[in-house]
């Protein structure tokens, strides 16, 4: 019998009214490749696309679409196979049958697999063929198209095996379509789920937690290596990027596992135990803990966020006792198919309870000091910040230019891609910086506003985003609370010791033939377009701001600007089809801006020829109103026109595009200018050692709740001098 076990005839014997399976899986994968490629084509061919671009695209659908469509095929595919083949160890009467047969149990899954093999492979070859066929036709075949169609064969195959023994262990451990149903939801979603569990309790307990796009660390080991479907997942997309050795190496070894557990679980299954909700007693356990704990946790995460803030804390130990309890016995019923059984086992649920309160604790009190940790110095390989985060602080996009003369672009917020430390490490004096914003987030405390400015008793507090790439290759994200001399000095450390300049300089290197046109920002907080009929003028413009740029040192940087320029290009971008494939170029619209400081005499000069005021003095003012809030949130709105007050305060006032982000300001109170020459109404900040008196007298009184006397039967008198006075 072993001979024949693979033969033809006894495959055929043995998959008699089963073939509608591979026929199915033909028309699935029918659609996916033939069709899927004749769509793309009419469609590149309908946007007259040049023959080289349509290569180019070609290329990108054999790496990255055919892969894609091809996987949700497969994954179709196994779990269709390994359902047929091995449903039958849910029926005792079919169970008693098959393995009375004098076939070795070993035979038997190895031949069940074959033959789910062969239903899965032989159409997926015969429409990939042609796929082939179709794009050979249309003049689209060369060696390396062949060789990415058997490495996408290869793929798919160890994707394949992947899912299927995964679906074949799911059965083999369950005993009825139910727990088998839970088992295989079990293991293609509880990685996920307790990933994104573990996310939201980080976020909650952590104040310098960052939910970064893609989850990192342990949060995206659960989410990309933990589930069959996402580590196929992302197997793919490391393939499409052409970084998939590594990864292909884990699910070649994933899938191993999960064949010999699969096989052992199915030799050694006892048939007397076919149709009891759990083959394995040990198994029943295990699953039980690692089920309860995180359910556990996650009612109370629940009971947690309800109420808000007040007795929060109780209402989340409350639910997780209540999660506990509930999920503890739901699964002892499902285990014992008994509702008496609720309550069965209390060792096994207090010893769940116990486990679920070390996990409360350890984030409740940062057991593991999430918030306090700073990786060492000489493991930092970068440091990326999200500058875009803190305002105004001069750093324009990023942009770098290429061999073939075209550009790739990269705006401030993609920090990602700004690492702006030094190849060799950080700086001392940039990881002192560091270790002082870390220092300090315990002692702000945590709080659930996420925006990116908040007042305290420190003043502004911005939230920065940061990403520590470390040699290893690990990546550890986190989120800052950081106070305008602590951005300071950051911003100082990275431009002494770090890349910061050089970035900031990057547009420096587009050609002059690509610039359309130069706005500026101004003290009177209005944007006007400069020398619009004279280009010439324009370029004259940016060749001094570069060579007052290139000279100028950091203390100058750091400075009060006193204009904002934004020059806006038309580039000829890279067209990236996917990660690591350019297709080609296209003419993209591209703006920076940057900040110049009084000592870019240069440029400074041929500013002055538009006549737009540079400083506040240059500035006619016409009314300062300002909102003062009580403790209590109520607010009350003074509007100052007597032109000693707007004297005074005009040495106080900066429009809000001219405040660094490291500026000292008032951070309790809102201005709005309105100038007599000036359209409409500017936000402005008012800076904190040149606030005046009155300002400051007014703020108390606000602070201490006295709006009201801010209105009623001062306002009148307060009219005569010049103020008018509303009250909210």
Known sequence: MKSKIFSSDYVKTTSKGQMWIPSFLALGFFMAFPVAELLMLGSWTGAEYTAARVDVLYEALWRKGFVETGFIVICAAALLNGVNNFWYLYSARKVDFYHCLPVK?????????????????????????????????????????????????ILHFVLYLLVYFAVVLAICLTGNILMGVLALLAFFLYGPVLGLLVSLYRELFFCTSYMAVKGWGLVGFLIDYCSPFFLGKTLLEKYAQGTYGKTFV?????????????????????????????????????????????????VGLIFYVLPGDRGRTGWWIFGMALGTVLFHGIIEVLYQLDFRKFFSKKLQLALAGILVAACAVCYHQDIFRFDGTLPEKEKIQTLNLNFWQLGNTGLNNYIEKTEHGTYLTSLEWDYEKMALNQAEGLGDRTYQALESIVAHQKKRGFTEDRSTQSDSDEGYLYRIPVKYKLTSGREIYRQYRITEEEIYELTYALYSEGSLKEKQESFLMIDDQYLKSVSGYFYDGNDYTL??????????????????????????????????????????????????????????????????????????????????????????????????????????IVSYESREELDDLKKAIVPYRMCSAWIKKQSDIDLMLQVEDGWGETYAYLLKEKTPDFVTETMKEAEAGNLSGLSGEQEAEDSVNGENIWVE
Request: glycine share 6%.
């Open 531 to 636: 020398f619009q009929d004279d280009m010439k003028k324009n370029k004259e413009l940016l060749e001094a701001l570069r060579q007052d740029m290139q000279e100028a040192d950091v203390q100058e940087l750091m400075g009060m600007p006193c204009a904002n320029l934004t020059f806006s290009y038309r580039i000829p971008e890279e067209v990236e089809i996917f990660k690591g494939i350019q297709g080609g170029q296209t003419l993209n619209n591209w703006q920076t801006e940057v900040s110049v400081y009084p000592s870019f005499e240069r440029t400074v000069a041929i500013l002055k020829e538009t006549g737009y005021p540079m400083s506040m003095e240059e500035v006619d003012l016409k009314s300062v109103e300002i909102t003062y809030y009580s403790s209590t949130g109520e607010s009350a």
């Open 250 to 298: 884990i699910v070649i070894a994933v899938t191993a596992v999960l064949g010999a557990l699969a096989f052992a679980a199915y030799v050694r299954r006892p048939s007397e135990k076919t149709c009891k909700p759990v083959i394995y007693h040990w198994v029943g356990v295990l699953v039980k803990f690692l089920i309860v704990v995180p359910c556990g946790l996650g």
């Open 105 to 153: 149990r070993t035979h038997m899954f190895w031949h069940r697999t074959y033959v789910g093999i062969l239903n899965y492979l032989l159409p997926y070859l015969a429409t990939e063929f042609i796929a082939i066929c179709i794009g050979a036709m249309r003049g689209h075949f060369n060696l390396k198209l062949m060789g990415m169609a058997v490495q996408m064969m």
